[in-house]
């Protein structure tokens, strides 16, 4: 009796909460595949169910907050994969799991290959906020590798028209599903990070598309896309899919954005609130400056009073104090229009930026193109016309209907064969001999062989 005083006696619900605690310090967050059974859910929002196999069961509860992200609705007999942690309910002392993700059986595969993943590349260091590069505080212009035809390239494109047109973007056209998305982004990322012709003054990239399953999205946890993300020099944001979406582009890419419109508003400041923000600094820096003056009147107005009545000397020191709140008055105002100058040549740099500029230098540039290439083919067509013509001269000077024009014939045999040697012909023969004009019918009367020194005189 004595050895069970020294010892600590434990209530009940001391002695579950123990267990409690024991279990979910001890156990990480577990991934189970069972079917679903006699499933409640409350009015309360929290579902409680008993996930089960042929040879086993535990008792399950997905809180409120947890089960408002699962896109189906689970029933009795479905098959499911849970992640959650393993726990103790204290008030009856029952073994159970909490809930954090449920997922149809079907994608259990693409979740336990995504964990995998994960926790490859997450013990590499390529998820490590030291490796995040920091983003443009107001970019240029910005890249953005989606689908040219998605809502995600519009939602984007309409954000940064709203916030801040004067930012240039460019569509890097790619597939966002399938079995050649994971290449074409990748080839994207190269591309972009070459800065070469549009893409020179890129800033930074946007990668992304709207939501979908976790089959949908799978493209985006491809491994060699997050390698060739975590490569880019220049920074990368992943906006895929919506707030509640994760995939393995987001955890190492330098900025995740919960949706594509948010990626927008965070690389633009609003025009309205930088308008406004001038306006401040401006209106501070007046009041800073009026400020200033009535001190420095002040100053005067007590500096006078402590003047005597000194005679010239006190003329001379007045004077000289008016001097000295003339140049303090200049001076102040010289540089109220310096800031004034300064804040004008930022609004004139915004204006700059317009689109409607680079519109108008393109449109210069393609009808310059236009009239080189004009140029260029009536110089191609005149060179043709001239070497068509000096081929015809040289074909007319060999035709055989130019040598007939200056006495020749040429004689033929009765089956049209060209007579060049006499002893081809016999007399008797008939004959045809082709003129310049025409042709002339004969019989050979007689052949001979032609005396060599005939052609000598």
């Given at each position: ?8 006696v ?15 310090d ?9 079917e679903?059974?006699?499933?409640a859910?409350?009015a ?21 907050n947890?089960n ?6 689970p ?23 909490i ?28 998820f ?56 074409e982004?990748?080839a ?22 709207g ?5 949908d999205?799978?493209?985006?946890n ?38 594509p ?10 025009r ?11 209106r ?5 400056i ?19 009545h ?7 020191q007045?004077q000289r ?26 609004h ?15 449109r210069?540039?393609?009808?310059n ?24 001269h ?49 019989t050979v ?10 052609g000598?005189?």
């Amino acid at each position: 009796m004595n050895d069970q005083q020294s010892e600590t006696v434990l209530s009940v619900s001391e002695l579950n909460r123990e267990a409690r605690y024991l279990l979910e310090d001890n156990f990480p967050a577990v991934l189970v595949e069972g079917e679903i059974s006699n499933i409640a859910m409350p009015a309360s929002g929290h579902w409680y169910l008993t996930l089960k196999d042929n040879n086993a069961q535990i008792r399950c509860a997905m809180f409120r907050n947890r089960n408002l992200r699962v896109r189906f609705r689970p029933g009795d007999g479905m098959q499911v994969l849970i992640k959650g942690k393993i726990s103790l309910y204290e008030g009856r002392g029952d073994f159970q799991l909490i809930v954090e993700q449920m997922e149809e059986r079907g994608d259990g595969a693409l979740l336990r290959a995504f964990e995998q993943l994960k926790a490859k590349l997450k013990q590499e260091g390529l998820f490590d906020e030291g490796l995040k590069k920091t983003l443009p505080v107001l970019p240029a212009h910005i890249g953005v590798i989606t689908s040219p035809t998605g809502a995600a390239v519009k939602d984007i494109i309409s954000t940064l028209g709203r916030r801040f047109p004067a930012i240039t973007v460019t569509v890097i056209p790619v597939t966002v599903q399938g079995n050649t998305a994971a290449a074409e982004m990748i080839a994207a990322i190269k591309l972009a990070n070459k800065k070469q012709g549009c893409l020179s003054d890129l800033d930074v990239l946007v990668i992304g598309r709207g939501g979908g399953s976790l089959e949908d999205l799978w493209s985006f946890n491809d491994e060699a896309l997050a390698r060739a993300i975590a490569e880019s020099e220049l920074p990368v944001i992943s906006a895929v899919g919506h707030e509640v979406d994760f995939t393995i582009a987001d955890f190492v890419a330098d900025f995740r954005a919960a949706t594509p419109t948010a990626a927008a508003e965070i690389l633009s400041p609003d025009r309205q609130e930088y308008s406004a923000l001038f306006t401040a600094y401006k209106r501070q820096l007046s009041a800073q400056i009026l400020k200033s003056l009535r001190q420095k009147q002040q100053s005067l107005i007590w500096l006078r009073k402590q003047l005597k009545h000194p005679g010239r000397k006190l003329l001379e020191q007045a004077q000289r104090l008016d001097e000295i709140e003339a140049r303090l008055q200049r001076g102040f105002k010289n540089l109220l229009d310096r800031k004034y100058s300064t804040l004008k040549e930022l609004h004139l740099g915004i204006r700059s930026h317009s689109p409607q500029r680079l519109v108008k230098e393109y449109r210069q540039e393609s009808m310059n193109m236009a009239l080189r290439l004009s140029k260029s083919m009536q110089q191609i067509l005149h060179f043709k016309k001239s070497k068509l013509s000096e081929n015809s001269h040289a074909l007319n000077t060999v035709s055989p209907l130019n040598t007939l024009s200056r006495g020749y014939s040429i004689s033929y045999t009765s089956n049209d064969q060209v007579i060049t040697d006499y002893q081809s012909v016999k007399p008797g023969d008939t004959i045809r001999s082709r003129l310049f004009n025409g042709e002339i019918i004969s019989t050979v009367k007689e052949t001979a062989a032609l005396d060599p020194s005939q052609g000598k005189d």
